[in-house]
């Protein structure tokens, strides 16, 4: 997974392959095991957030650390049926509180502090500045918009992934995972654990990164066996003349909507509505 222009000055992909950390600005960040319940849920929770399909210009103009930190005290006052600032004031202490201890998780390190002044006018909580300290490091606003996109690559994601969301086809791709059956994360323990014929406890350690990758090639070498003699055989072949690929080559990753997405020229193909001489002959 190529990095991006933010990253590639320090960061180590080959890190990613054997679980070990990233370093920034002298701070180790730990990818996240699959056995860190906790960690897990704060990851998803805090920087698995997508802010860019927002359009309210305060939100716009905000940096994603005070994003998460006002969005999700919100969210939470709203949830809960209380909107008064006592509440909305209580949430953002509770939601302070858990992203430290997410902060501390990653980094491995206890002495975290997050500084920042609250204020219920939205223009001025924008204006307001937030520290992180690790330790004795203090990382800004600015630092962790590249701290979550290095979070996320560790992790198997990427920052375009995230922020790709949209409404509208969320719902749609919702409604097609529950039609498929949708996956949990359980289910793809289990199945990476028969693959590799292990039990759960022997793959604690394992990271999302590893997961994620290591269940794509078990998957590929799967198809391979499967078909490549089929093909080696003349019983399946490709149209457009191309081969079964060897499970050393993975495609590119697609984007978040691409399996819900129709290609428009392969729309026009496959429908005979627009090879009608006459529909067409009625729209020249």
Same mark, same amino acid.
């Given at each position: 997974m190529a990095v991006s222009n933010n990253l590639i000055n320090f960061y180590k992909e080959d890190n990613d392959i054997w679980g070990k950390p990233q370093n920034y600005r002298g701070v180790?960040? +730990? =990818?996240?095991?699959?056995?860190?319940?906790?960690?897990?849920?704060?990851?998803?929770?805090?920087?698995?957030? =997508?802010?860019? /399909?927002?359009?309210?210009? /305060?939100?716009?103009?905000? #940096? +994603?650390?005070?994003?998460i930190l006002f969005f999700v005290?919100?969210?939470?006052?709203?949830? #809960?049926?209380?909107?008064d600032d006592i509440s909305f004031f209580n949430n953002i202490g509770v939601v302070l509180k858990e992203f430290q201890e997410f902060l501390s998780l990653i980094t491995h390190n206890k002495d975290v502090t997050i500084d920042c002044g609250w204020n219920f006018d939205v223009e001025k909580i924008r204006e307001q500045k937030i520290i992180i300290k690790v330790g004795s490091i203090n990382f800004s606003? #600015?630092?962790?918009?590249?701290?979550?996109?290095?979070?996320?690559v560790q992790n198997g994601m990427t920052l375009k992934s995230i922020e790709e969301y949209i409404p509208e086809l969320e719902a749609k791709l919702s409604i097609k995972n529950k039609m498929n059956g949708e996956v949990t994360f359980a289910d793809n323990i289990f199945v990476f654990c028969s693959l590799l014929k292990k039990i759960p406890a022997e793959i604690e350690n394992c990271t999302l990164y590893q997961l994620k990758r290591q269940l794509a090639r078990l998957n590929r070498i799967q198809e391979y066996e499967l078909y490549k003699p089929l093909e080696v055989s003349g019983q399946i072949s490709f149209k457009n003349g191309d081969t079964i690929k060897d499970y050393m080559h993975m495609d590119e990753p697609t984007g978040r909507y691409d399996s819900i997405r129709i290609n428009k020229e392969d729309f026009i193909n496959k429908n005979s509505i627009f090879r009608d001489e006459s529909i067409k002959k009625q729209g020249s």
């Open positions: 180790d960040f +730990y =990818p996240i095991t699959v056995s860190d319940t906790r960690a897990r849920e704060l990851f998803y929770e805090y920087i698995c957030m =997508p802010k860019n /399909h927002f359009t309210d210009i /305060h939100i716009i103009k905000m #940096s +994603y650390l005070k994003f005290a919100l969210k939470r006052t709203m949830n #809960s049926g209380k909107t606003e #600015s630092d962790f918009e590249i701290i979550r996109e290095m979070i996320l």
